[in-house]
């Protein structure tokens, strides 16, 4: 089975703080990919950023890190002196190229809800 | 490039009744999804178009959802009869490959309430 999980529901930070958003996943798969998307207030779904099973380099990007352990089963996100404008719920999820008839469908974990209070 | 369209962004309805609800993806992208998330769980897959097919629709919770992509450019999602559990936000997807190769696009979605 394949799962995402992120165990923070909410998280609250005062500006310029540093914040870590935790991702734990589940699949049997050896090829994987691993999104972290971003909702702002206004609703709609940004994409941040993707990554492969087979690619455990950390990436930075600007204020933005992510962490890719495979023996944790983790991808974890860390936002670098936060603000105001990071507010919003971000998604972890997981595409697993698995057999015939996947089309890769992603599976998102439940959400964290980032408030960066000024 | 326009991104991926929703209509309506909010639609509150009775129970019993039917509600249509709209996606145009971005232009030449064959690859459309609809995904769900009732409140404060995570965002569930319902099903995924390649152009006018359905490719997956293993998510579909029950034959009360019926979703269509006539000619391959936009898609709708009707739901009849409507239940209470039906409540929630209805998120629409495209990109011009599968998910594990092109990161999807998503609209701003559609919250639906049913009373």
């Known amino acids: 089975a394949q799962k995402v999980t992120q165990a923070q529901t909410e998280i609250s930070v005062v500006e310029k703080e540093d914040v870590t958003l935790d991702c734990v996943y589940e699949?049997?798969?050896?090829?994987?990919?691993l999104f972290w998307y971003k909702q702002p207030p206004s609703g709609e779904l940004v994409f941040l950023i993707r990554?492969?099973?087979?690619?455990?380099q950390n990436e930075i990007s600007g204020r933005y890190s992510w962490n890719f352990q495979k023996s944790t089963s983790s991808f974890n996100f860390t936002i670098t002196a936060s603000q105001v404008v990071d507010s919003a719920v971000y998604f972890c999820?997981?595409?697993?190229?698995?057999?015939?008839?996947?089309?890769?469908?992603?599976?998102f974990g439940q959400g964290t809800t980032l408030q960066v209070k000024p | 490039e326009a991104g991926v369209t929703q209509f309506p962004s909010h639609s509150v309805i009775e129970k019993g009744q039917t509600v249509t609800l709209r996606c145009d993806p971005i232009?030449?992208?064959?690859?459309l999804y609809w995904y769900r998330r009732v409140m404060g769980k995570e965002i569930k897959f319902l099903l995924h178009?390649?152009?006018?097919?359905?490719?997956?629709e293993s998510g579909m919770p029950n034959n009360r959802f019926l979703a269509e992509r006539t000619g391959g450019t936009y898609s709708t999602l009707k739901v009849q009869p409507a239940e209470l559990e039906d409540s929630g936000v209805y998120f629409c997807?495209?990109?011009?490959?599968?998910?594990?190769?092109?990161?999807?696009?998503f609209g701003n979605g559609t919250r639906l309430t049913v009373t």
């Open positions: 997807a495209s990109s011009p490959g599968y998910s594990y190769n092109s990161p999807l696009h």
């Open positions: 999820a997981l595409s697993a190229r698995g057999g015939s008839g996947n089309t890769g469908k992603l599976i």
């Open positions: 232009s030449g992208h064959d690859n």
């Open positions: 990554r492969n099973s087979f690619d455990e």
């Open positions: 178009f390649v152009k006018e097919s359905k490719q997956d």
């Open positions: 699949t049997r798969d050896t090829t994987y990919y």
